[in-house]
């Protein structure tokens, strides 16, 4: 997979931000300083796609989270009729982290479209 990168220039430096990553572990105080940054130093284009590709990251995520679910649902099925029983399918660390994830992307979704942007 390509990840997706979101690049800031200004007069005395730059940074390219990997979208996938900050976004899913950043801190309040580290996307209130992007969203600054981004404000001064980007396109309202820039931050549209921006909005968009966080959008993709968390649509991607639900799917795999769908996906997972699905099998975990299969295994227990099959477990619960092999041995007779009825528990319930577990959340696994994939899932937990993806919903970790999806929660993050949220509040940065959230977060930037409350933004003024300046605009």
């Not at 921006?50 to 990251?57: H, T």
């Not at 639900?62 to 227990?76: I, M, Q, R």
Request: with cysteine; net charge neutral.
């Amino acid at each position: 997979m390509n990840e997706k990168i979101f690049q800031l220039d200004w007069g005395t430096g730059n940074a390219d931000i990997k979208i996938a990553a900050f976004f899913t572990s950043a801190k309040a105080v580290q996307l209130k300083k992007f969203c600054k940054l981004a404000r001064l130093h980007s396109t309202e284009d820039e931050r549209t796609g921006l909005l968009a590709a966080l959008v993709q990251e968390d649509k991607a995520r639900e799917a795999l989270l769908d996906k997972l679910g699905e099998l975990s649902y299969e295994k227990s099925k099959l477990a619960n009729s092999f041995f007779h029983t009825v528990f319930e399918p577990e959340q696994g660390w994939a899932e937990k982290r993806l919903l970790r994830e999806r929660a993050q992307l949220k509040k940065a979704i959230d977060t930037l479209t409350e933004e003024r942007w300046g605009v």
